[in-house]
């Protein structure tokens, strides 16, 4: 029965993109997992540690995405009992707020809280440009392509260094959307790794009802100032 199960959602999909392809319109919704990729064995890790291994497995986000429109976030369906390290694990990684992504006007916004007060932070460090490699591997019966991207990250006193994003992309759900805002591949991607951090795809529904809107509340900030704005609360905390 699983495998039946697993067939008829995989022509239900086929049948949908076909139709969105002649449409002109892709939309729905796709929901992720984050997860820490470790160095050692679990065992070997300390107990809030492993606790907070276990939270990653039970928190979940959301993408919802229309064209070349998308917004990803936290699901607050995964956090109803409160748990307190499911907020560490929203935020640790990448995941705090709303991820607004418009790749046709390249327009990249994250909606966050923070010190009191909610932000609207501009993308002007990093516009990726991907690396499409040859390597592929099925993710969930999906034939997917490798593709990699150097990430610019503050570090502080006007320094950065960079981070190196792996990303698994299939042209087989043609939507130039993913995690975390990151974008503008030729399909979907179904897996991210950032760092110790991965996101992976768990479902994903067409949809023709979603809609997106570009958050509007919040103070307008470009991503640099809102780093320097944080590294002065950050010296304010230790004085």
Not at 58 to 77: C, D, H, R, T
């Amino acid at each position: 029965m699983p495998m039946i199960k697993h067939i008829l959602i995989s022509i239900f999909c086929f049948l949908c993109i076909q139709s969105f392809g002649q449409n002109e319109n892709i939309s729905g919704t796709a929901y992720y997992k984050k997860s820490l990729v470790l160095k050692t064995d679990k065992s070997e890790i300390k107990p809030f540690d492993a606790a907070l291994i276990d939270a990653y497995d039970k928190v979940q986000f959301v993408l919802n995405f229309y064209n070349n429109e998308s917004a990803f976030q936290f699901s607050e369906e995964s956090n109803k009992g409160g748990n307190s390290l499911y907020k560490i694990a929203t935020v640790l990684g990448g995941g705090k707020g709303i991820y607004y992504t418009n790749t046709t006007d390249s327009i990249y916004l994250q909606q966050r809280e923070s010190f009191g007060k909610n932000f609207i932070i501009e993308n002007t460090i990093n516009k990726f440009k991907w690396e499409l490699l040859n390597e592929t591997k099925i993710i969930d019966s999906y034939t997917c392509y490798k593709a990699r991207a150097l990430k610019k990250l503050y570090v502080g006193e006007n320094e950065f260094t960079s981070r190196v994003i792996e990303a698994w992309y299939s042209e087989e759900l043609p939507v130039p959307h993913g995690p975390i805002g990151y974008s503008g591949l030729p399909g979907l991607i179904l897996e991210l790794k950032e760092g110790r951090y991965l996101y992976t795809l768990q479902q994903i529904f067409f949809d023709s009802s979603v809609k997106i809107s570009k958050p509007v509340e919040g103070e307008i900030i470009s991503d640099i100032a809102f780093e320097t704005v944080a590294e002065k609360a950050n010296k304010n905390k230790k004085k």
